[in-house]
């Protein structure tokens, strides 16, 4: 499966700054994900990353506070615009690839950004 | 509107007995199911699927049954281990269409596996 690794790890920001998430992949993928993990919650997709194009928005999130950037097969960025403390949460990026035990492609998920909006 | 749910918060069991998680969903449109589990400051780790075209897929000491007139699945994990305890997710995505891909998830079930 692919290894995906996402930077920072973790972060504790102020409200009214903006953090930018990292997911890098250790092989290319076509599809990319971002998801998010309120505390308690279950896992909200934000957003379709495409290559070179613009990102595809699921309804309650919108470019302006959460754009994404995918400059390639391997690489994309979320950013978290302008916080508040109800953006504290997990986010995680995904991938899908062909998994080898099923005859469909399988997701699989990063380690995870966990922020703090203070 | 919920269209996946897992019902049971939680979940018990003895080391050595099979675990049951159980999932619903709503969208008729959703035609692949996953199970993952999912360790405190870690992502989910993928653990099993099926098609619609299925009833049943195993892997390992790892069962997973659809029931799609019910809208139903369920995941058997037998026999449960102590390394099995965490929080399991169900998600469900269409295999075509625009949504293709997009996986929808339960609220998540917490499994803890008494030694």
């Known amino acids: 499966s692919a290894v995906i690794s996402q930077k920072p790890s973790r972060d504790i920001c102020q409200r009214g700054t903006s953090l930018t998430i990292q997911c890098q992949v250790d092989?290319?993928?076509?599809?990319m994900f971002w998801y998010r993990q309120q505390p308690g919650q279950s896992l909200t997709l934000i957003a379709t990353?495409?290559?070179?194009?613009?990102?595809?928005?699921e309804s309650g999130f919108v470019i302006d506070k959460f754009p994404i950037s995918r400059p390639n097969l391997t690489f994309s960025t979320l950013t978290v615009s302008n916080m508040s403390p109800e953006d504290s949460s997990i986010y995680l990026c995904?991938?899908?690839?062909?998994?080898?035990?099923?005859?469909?492609?399988?997701?699989?998920f990063g380690p995870g950004t966990r922020l703090t909006v203070l | 509107d919920q269209q996946v749910k897992q019902n049971s918060p939680s979940l018990s069991v003895q080391e050595g007995r099979i675990s049951i998680l159980n999932c619903d969903y709503t969208?008729?449109?959703?035609?692949?199911f996953l199970w993952y589990k999912k360790y405190p400051a870690e992502g989910p780790t993928f653990l099993i699927s099926?098609?619609?075209?299925?009833d049943k897929n195993e892997d390992g000491r790892f069962t997973v049954f659809l029931n799609k007139s019910a809208k139903h699945l369920s995941l058997h994990i037998v026999p449960s281990q102590p390394g099995d305890s965490a929080v399991y997710f169900c998600?469900?995505?269409?295999?075509?269409?625009?949504?293709?891909?997009?996986?929808?998830f339960g609220q998540g079930t917490i499994l803890t596996v008494h030694p």
């Open positions: 998600a469900a995505t269409p295999r075509s269409g625009t949504s293709y891909g997009k996986l929808t």
């Open positions: 995904s991938v899908e690839q062909v998994g080898g035990r099923s005859s469909y492609n399988e997701q699989f």
């Open positions: 099926i098609s619609s075209i299925k």
């Open positions: 969208n008729s449109m959703f035609d692949y």
């Open positions: 092989s290319q993928v076509t599809m």
């Open positions: 990353a495409n290559q070179g194009s613009e990102a595809t928005y």
